[in-house]
């Protein structure tokens, strides 16, 4: 077994090489997207969810988002994502959420809601974000949030571990989680 994981993490490691990006996430393994609109990015966290994982493969991703109620921007997607959907009660500005299964809402107010909503995440720091979106349409632009040296991390001065869990080789350090792209076994 032990020299099953030692192939696995060396092919991982080989196939980092390659590739030199890494994905930044949170210590809970979720992603951290930028959520750009005009010339303002927002950094987002993404759900540790089906949908949240689901969307972040869509990325990157433009959309033209429609305003409704002074409160969200919305656009439905040409395909259908997962769901699990619930009711907040209150919606909080700076919330990503799906609308039925294909309908990405952006809200930027917070406001009570008797709406069911599956999360897809939520905008780290909303401040500022009703303004960068206006009053009208707009487009708004999903992305992962990357570093793209694997020398940025991890560095010699701290420790860090590395682990795969359903085929992804992932290395920890200060407190980051880093997913290096491309080595999906």
Known sequence: MKRILFFLAAACLSAAAHSKTLVAYNTENTMQI?????????TATLADSETGRAFAQLLPLTLPMTELNGNEKYHYLDSSLPTDSYQPGTIHAG??????????????????????????????????????????????????STTTDLNQVPSAQAPSTKFIENGVLYIKHNAQTYDVRGTRL
């Open 34 to 42: 930028n959520v750009i609109v005009g010339n303002k990015t927002f």
């Open 95 to 144: 919330d990503l959420m799906l609308y039925g299964n294909n309908c990405v809402v952006l809200f930027y107010e917070t406001f009570s809601s008797s709406y069911s909503y599956t999360r897809i995440g939520s905008i780290d720091n909303p401040s500022g974000l009703a303004a960068a979106l206006g009053s009208g349409n707009v487009s708004v632009r999903f992305e992962k």
